[in-house]
T-cell receptor, first 115, second 115 residues
Framework: NAGVTQTPKFQVLKTGQSMTLQCAQD?????MYWYRQDPGMGLRLIYY???????DKGEVPNGYNVSRLNKREFSLRLESAAPSQTSVYFC??????????????FGPGTRLTVL | AQKITQTQPGMFVQEKEAVTLDCTYD???????LFWYKQPSSGEMIFLIY??????QNATEGRYSLNFQKARKSANLVISASQLGDSAMYFC????????????FGRGTSLIVHP
């Protein structure tokens, strides 16, 4: 039982390059999330998918796109990377978004540097 | 306005002593949930404890307890008998019905346990 997996673990990009961060969960969860973590800022939500077939913007969606490929997979794409997107990216999943108790399970994170 | 406020950027505690990490929240919803996560230096996010707004008693999980003061809108994490392995970042988070139960995180508190 792998939980939430993310690839890659580390990535260095040049400004303007594109890349896709991959996330998969094997817990049959309906909801998935992408966060970025910057020093002193906590976790900020980029996009989320409440259920398969839906995606919604979070707090900081600019410069990103997402795809909920199927129930297991939720990818995050940077079309034209900028230095401001240097961050640690976390994918998470939860059973659903309905109700106050839905523990999130997090992936190990992707450390992205944009030069 | 921040939904979750953690006012202590850094805290120090002696091994075996208790420590309280502060968290205040802002919501007008009657239904919400409060979470604490631990992030050690290895980077993974570890769920610690949950408190629901309708729960009559403070949540406890082993050495972790949540001091829930609803009228003050505070949900402080108490770690008893601190261990060196407790050194980490700690994040408070909230899910509220008005926010579609999408979690919002505080900026975190860095805890260092001294031997």
């Amino acid at each position: 039982n792998a939980g939430v997996t993310q690839t890659p673990k580390f990535q260095v990009l040049k400004t303007g390059q594109s890349m896709t961060l991959q996330c998969a969960q094997d817990m049959n969860h309906n909801s998935m999330y992408w966060y970025r973590q910057d020093p002193g800022m906590g976790l900020r939500l980029i996009y989320y998918s409440a259920s398969e077939g839906t995606t919604d913007k979070g707090e900081v969606p600019n410069g990103y796109n997402v795809s909920r490929l199927n129930k297991r997979e939720f990818s995050l794409r940077l079309e034209s990377a900028a230095p401001s997107q240097t961050s640690v990216y976390f994918c998470a999943s939860s059973e659903s978004t309905s109700g106050p108790y839905n523990e999130q399970f997090f992936g190990p994170g992707t450390r992205l540097t944009v030069l | 306005a921040q939904k979750i406020t953690q006012t202590q950027p850094g805290m120090f505690v002696q091994e075996k002593e208790a420590v309280t990490l502060d968290c205040t929240y802002d919501t007008s919803d009657p239904s919400y949930g409060l979470f604490w996560y631990k992030q050690p230096s290895s980077g993974e996010m570890i769920f610690l404890i949950y408190q629901g707004s309708y729960d009559q008693q403070n949540a406890t999980e082993g050495r972790y307890s949540l001091n829930f003061q609803k009228a003050r809108k505070s949900a402080n994490l108490v770690i008893s008998a601190s261990q060196l392995g407790d050194s980490a970042m700690y994040f408070c988070a909230m899910r509220e019905s008005g926010g579609s139960y999408i979690p919002t995180f505080g900026r975190g508190t860095s805890l260092i346990v001294h031997p």
